[in-house]
């Protein structure tokens, strides 16, 4: 069993094969760790490793093993924020906090120097935020404060910090599947590559044969019950004209079939696995 020291706490794990430091991390149950892009853009998975910040989606996991890896859990020490930490809540340099935690483990690192605060757009241009237009972000690393002091009384119109923001700061904000779940199965979906098509049949042997593959379904195994995708606050405004799953494709990326299983990779590879009688049909260009 290979050992890994997240934030000063020694784990015994096996990552699986072609397993990334980002997904591992979060087996770990360490969500500070965000999924962004999964292809090095975005930051928000950004951890250190040996003190260096690294895109811990293009990192295999086996490459952590022996080294010192710090995330935002571990940014801060007995209690106290990191500078860096500091500035970003004087500043409120976050507003969903979604990237705040890669934000700061890039500015935070010694590689982090003047040099590149000089530069920001440069320096920064591995993280993105989609929410503050980076001046916020901006005035916390040149140490400006955009809070007041919340006073009874005069809350209206004040500058008050995110209710949030120590949560955030720290990684132990949730969002988004952060969070552990005993038995937690996984479902991916193959979607129909023709933009009009009738599927004459699927096999689902081979997939079912995957090892964590639980189940496979088609238009045949789910209730025959339309639905409307329409997103009206009027359901009687749309019609109901989808299937779950069809037997009939009608635009390019369709639902045709599912897999559930274990993990994420086994679903994935259960769905390649499905083998997709077509029936190609005529596009239809005049309704």
Known sequence: MSKFEVNGRTYAAEPKPGQCLRTFLRDLEVFGVKKGCDAGDCGACTVWIDGQPFHSCLVPAFRGEGRKVTTIEGLSKDGKLHPIQQAFHD????????????MMMTTASAAFDQHRKDDLPHALKGNIC???????????????????DDVAGKALGASLPNPFTDAILTGQARYTMDIAIEGLLHMKVLRSPHAHARIKSVDK?????IPGVVAAYTWEDVPRRLFSTALHEDHLVDPDDTYMLDNVARFAGQRIAMVVAETEGAAEAGCRALQV????????FDP
Do not use: M, W
Request: aromatic letters at 10%; a positive charge; hydrophobic letters at 40%.
């Open 130 to 148: 989609r929410c503050t237009g980076y001046r916020s972000i901006v005035d916390a690393l040149h140490g400006k404060s955009n809070i007041e």
């Open 277 to 284: 009688e077509y029936e190609i049909l005529p596009a239809v």
């Open 91 to 102: 500043a409120q340099a976050f507003q969903c906090g979604y990237c705040a935690a890669g």
């Open 205 to 209: 042997k081979k997939a079912l044969a």
